[in-house]
T-cell receptor
Framework: AQSVTQLGSHVSVSEGALVLLRCNYS??????LFWYVQYPNQGLQLLLK??????LVKGINGFEAEFKKSETSFHLTKPSAHMSDAAEYFC??????????FGTGTSLTVIP | GAVVSQHPSWVICKSGTSVKIECRSL??????MFWYRQFPKQSLMLMAT?????????EQGVEKDKFLINHASLTLSTLTVTSAHPEDSSFYIC??????????FGAGTRLSVL
């Protein structure tokens, strides 16, 4: 069975500050891990994904995430928050590449 | 990147009517498509998985007779909400994926049933 836990349903950071969104997963097989961003009334946009290889993954808009098997984590970070980063962020896990299991989401607020 | 088009983006209908939502993969063949439902401030819940040319697989608790899914071609899947009621009001999102593609998501359809 697979599942994802996102710690913190709401995160607020100041503009220019570090963004850290937490994601822990549970999987009985090597997982594929994803981060998606959702803006109001829109679908999901892929930020980045980890499948195999390098454990530090860089995505769009300056985001990156590190796969840590020992900690079963895939936290999302960005060195400097921008106002346009305010959105809902979802972590997801799959082992088939198709059927996804999503976390409950983290709402990011950026304070000017 | 790959594009998935979902239509309509917003639909308002009267209770008892049926509503069809389309999900198209625009630049790749999608052997598998997924339909999700999202309530306000909540995560996505998988409703069903459809494979081109075969019957959809529904998640537990999802009424297959209410949410009809058709995946007749490699580029189009449709979700029909039959005899919609206010409790069916929600945000519906599709995703499309092929054997070598990660799933890409449509922009979603907001259904409001009066």
């Amino acid at each position: 069975a697979q599942s994802v836990t996102q710690l913190g349903s709401h995160v607020s950071v100041s503009e220019g500050a570090l963004v850290l969104l937490r994601c822990n997963y549970s999987s009985s097989v090597p997982p594929y891990l994803f981060w998606y961003v959702q803006y109001p009334n829109q679908g999901l946009q892929l930020l980045l994904k980890y499948t195999t290889g390098a454990t530090l993954v860089k995505g769009i808009n300056g985001f990156e995430a590190e796969f840590k098997k020992s900690e079963t984590s895939f936290h999302l970070t960005k060195p400097s928050a921008h106002m346009s980063d305010a959105a809902e962020y979802f972590c997801a896990v799959t082992n088939t590449g198709n059927q996804f299991y999503f976390g409950t989401g983290t709402s990011l607020t950026v304070i000017p | 990147g790959a594009v998935v088009s979902q239509h309509p983006s917003w639909v308002i209908c009267k209770s008892g009517t049926s509503v069809k939502i389309e999900c198209r993969s625009l630049d790749f063949q999608a052997t598998t498509m997924f339909w999700y439902r999202q309530f306000p401030k909540q995560s996505l819940m998988l409703m069903a998985t459809s494979n081109e040319g075969s019957k959809a697989t529904y998640e537990q608790g999802v009424e297959k007779d209410k949410f009809l899914i058709n995946h007749a071609s490699l580029t189009l899947s449709t979700l029909t909400v039959t005899s919609a009621h206010p409790e069916d009001s929600s945000f519906y999102i599709c995703s499309a994926g092929g054997h070598s593609q990660p799933p890409y998501f449509g922009a979603g359809t907001r259904l409001s049933v009066l």
